[in-house]
């Protein structure tokens, strides 16, 4: 495949408008945080099909966020965004603090379905799904939010340990644990659903983002200041680290093949005034090395793989853009203007949602 690029219609961003009702085929959605908007980017073309404004008018005024993370339901009905308030105008001059919120968004109407306050201050970073509960990582108070989406409201907060600073966040294929990048001090946090139980696990440095096998044999765990890789064995609880190479600018998020053999990680640097990275990391699952290097542009922040495992989808930072890329050659194929500062990605196909 040729690789293309596709700006922005500028009607479509300026509006926020919607397509008509359905549109067929695989859809990626990217959370653009400074913009305040979710991406929908058609899977097969790059083609952006809508850029979905979470801005709130009620209370009289007019309420802006940012989106950080977002990710697709299992029936691939709702995509659900963590978002800040950046700001709010009663239309007096006049603003006042506002609730976090988790927002759901209809995949096909590209319409806001849900709001679903969760706190101020928090600093709600990461969601992840199990049927019709959310888990809301909370940066601010080390915490994880257990959400009842059909209640719409907080039905549980899990503590975690002081300074933990949560941030990524995986499940494992049942639903009964949940993995936990800690930025704070540095470490994993592995949470027991069923009783709220924590074990910790202490990293050299900062936990960005987590990853969990198919099979639920292990966890990873991007680990910024050090610039590795740490591997958890979930069976022996045995952790091992692995170095990226030298020339690395800093991992972030990272996210297993559907096979189990390979990671991809985002290798963004930027933070703590390390270079802009511009490089997707493939890590051998069984020996922890990089066997394939892909060339995108500045900033590569969240990264998901297709289903079939044939495709990557990465949100650059930097340039403001969502690339696709061929998991076998490292190829770029399609490269799509955003928005400023994209960050999370899910991918949504016809009967389900990347997990």
Known sequence: MRPT????????LACGCSP???????????????????????????EL????????????????????????????????ATAMPASHDHGDGEGDAMPEELIGVDTRTHQVRARIPLGEGIHAAHVVLHGDTAYV??????AVLEVDLQAEEVARTIPLPAGSGPHGARLTGDGGTLVVAGMGAGSIEVVDL????????PLPGRG?????????GAAWVTVFDTVQVARLDLVTRELTLFDLPEDSAGPVQVYPTPDGAHLWVADQGVLDGRPVGDRLLRVDAATGEVDLVAQVGGGPHGVVVEPDGATVWTTLLVDGTLQSVDAQTGEVLTTTQVGEAPNGVTCVHEGGSTP
């Open 5 to 12: 690029t596709l700006l922005a219609p500028l009607a479509l």
């Open 20 to 46: 008509e009702a359905t549109f067929e085929g695989d859809r990626v959605f990217v959370a653009v945080e400074e913009d305040g908007v979710i991406a929908a980017v058609d899977a097969g073309s790059g």
């Open 49 to 80: 099909l809508s850029a979905i404004d979470l801005s709130d008018g009620a209370g009289g005024g007019a309420s802006a966020y940012h989106v950080h993370n977002v990710q697709g339901s299992a029936d691939a009905a709702t995509v659900w």
């Open 137 to 142: 990582t909370a940066n601010e108070t080390d």
């Open 194 to 201: 069923a009783t709220g139980g924590v074990e910790s696990y």
């Open 208 to 216: 960005v983002q987590a990853a969990v096998l198919p099979g639920d």
